[in-house]
């Protein structure tokens, strides 16, 4: 029985001896160690397929594969730092008052300097070019011919005591185009014609939050500016 179990043993270790050193490819059609290295590391690499580039080619590469690595790090960088919030703005107040109003950002609203800024605009004023004050109704009378004879239709001045009687030849909310269009009336023959203000533009200043959070906003909805400015509410952005 031993010497059975023996020859048995002895059987196998030939089998597996004659495996390993290839004995049986020609039945199998393989290898036995065809999962080994080198062969398997030769399929791997695909020497055929590798393509080696001139010195100038591959600086090129390495340097576009910098400049898009780096460009990506960097828009990475400005999206954390943006802060995310509501772009909330009041306004516009006189410019006089923007001092009074950006105290109240500080000291009601609690925003820290640089958290805000102020936006600059106009409100249009009423600029006239204008002729007179003259003596008297005959006066005026004469100076309306005058005028007409250059082609001209001028208008008596109206609702402003202190200037009647008088003549108004052109209306502006805009000085520098009334002293323009004066210019061109002097080509033409007028010659004590005037731009005078009958309302003055007003400088003005919009206050804009453009990254407000929850607490802020909170905060600023309650917010009363001087001279009695409109309320903070989303920004009026223009389109792009």
Same mark, same amino acid.
């Given at each position: 029985m031993l010497r059975a179990a023996a020859l048995?043993?002895?059987?196998?270790?030939?089998?597996?001896?004659?495996?390993?050193?290839?004995?049986?490819? /020609?039945?199998?059609?393989?290898?036995?160690?065809?999962?080994?290295?080198? $062969?398997?590391?030769?399929?791997?690499?695909?020497a055929d397929q590798v393509r080696v580039?001139?010195?100038?080619?591959? %600086?090129?590469?390495?340097?576009?594969?910098?400049?898009?690595?780096?460009? $990506?790090?960097?828009?990475?960088?400005?999206?954390?730092?943006?802060?995310?919030?509501?772009?909330?703005?009041?306004?516009?107040?006189?410019?006089?008052?923007?001092?009074?109003?950006?105290?109240?950002?500080?000291?009601?609203?609690?925003?820290?300097?640089? %958290?805000?800024?102020?936006? %600059?605009?106009?409100?249009?004023?009423?600029?006239?070019?204008?002729?007179? /004050?003259?003596?008297?109704?005959?006066?005026?009378?004469? /100076?309306? $011919?005058?005028? /007409?004879?250059l082609r001209l239709d001028p208008k008596p001045m109206s609702n402003s005591p202190e200037l009647e009687p008088g003549l108004v030849l052109g209306r502006f909310d805009d000085k520098t185009a009334a002293e323009a269009e004066l210019g061109r009336l002097s080509q033409r023959g007028l010659r004590t014609a005037r731009v005078i203000t009958l309302v003055p533009a007003v400088p003005l200043v919009t206050l804009r939050v453009p990254n407000a959070s929850d607490a802020q906003r909170d905060k600023l909805s309650g917010l009363k500016l001087p001279n009695n400015g409109p309320a903070f509410a989303a920004c009026t952005l223009p389109k792009s």
């Open positions: 048995v043993l002895l059987l196998v270790n030939l089998l597996v001896l004659g495996w390993t050193q290839g004995l049986f490819d /020609k039945l199998r059609g393989t290898r036995a160690d065809a999962d080994r290295e080198p $062969e398997r590391l030769q399929r791997q690499v695909n580039l001139p010195a100038p080619a591959a %600086s090129a590469a390495l340097a576009a594969a910098q400049a898009a690595a780096a460009s $990506e790090a960097e828009a990475a960088v400005r999206a954390a730092a943006a802060p995310p919030g509501t772009c909330l703005e009041a306004g516009p107040v006189p410019a006089t008052a923007l001092a009074a109003a950006e105290k109240l950002l500080r000291d009601n609203a609690g925003l820290s300097p640089g %958290s805000w800024t102020p936006v %600059s605009s106009e409100r249009k004023g009423v600029f006239l070019i204008y002729m007179g /004050k003259y003596a008297d109704e005959e006066t005026l009378g004469r /100076k309306i $011919e005058e005028v /007409k004879r």
